[in-house]
C-alpha cells in the first residue's frame, strides 16, 4: 500500500487529520494523521502531528518511549528539564516518563513523525506543584509563556 505525501495542505492521500487530542485545553493548534496503525506483525502506530504557527503540543509524561523525526518546520521542544531548539531532520527519543512538549514558536508551522507503540499507556499531565517546579528553571518558564 501506498499513500502519496502532498505539501498543500500537509498530508498523505487517504489519511484524513484529526483533532490532536479531546481535551482542548493542553494544546493549541496540533492535528494528527495515523500513517500506519498495528498492522501484520509491527505492534506499533506511526503519526504524524502538525503543529501550526504559535501552536503546541500537550506537556505530558507516560511510561511508553517515543521516537520522533521533525518532518517539516521548526520550533523548540523541551525534552525532561531541558530546552532545544528543533528543525527538519532532527531525530528525538524521548524516554520513559520524561516531560515533554513541542512548540511551532519560529515563525512556521512544526510538523514531525511519530513512532509508538501500539499498545501504551495514557499521558500524565503536570499537577500545579510539578509545574511550579519546572517553572523554576527561566529557560522552561519562558519557553511555557510563549
Known sequence: MIHKFHSRPNGWEGITPHIYKENSGVFRDVTKQ??????ADLPV??????V?????SSLEKHEHMHLVLIFKGKGHALL????????EGDLIT???WQWHQFRADAGDILGFL??????????????EEELLALKRDPEIEKFLKK
Open 114 to 127: 511519530c513512532l509508538v507503540n501500539h499498545d501504551r499507556d495514557i499521558p500524565v499531565y503536570p499537577t
Open 80 to 87: 525532561g528539564s531541558d530546552v532545544h531548539e528543533v528543525r
Open 45 to 50: 502506530q506511526f503519526r504524524y502531528f502538525q
Open 34 to 39: 495515523i500513517l500506519f496503525d498495528n498492522e
Open 94 to 96: 524521548i524516554p520513559p
Open 52 to 56: 501550526e504557527k504559535d501552536g503546541f
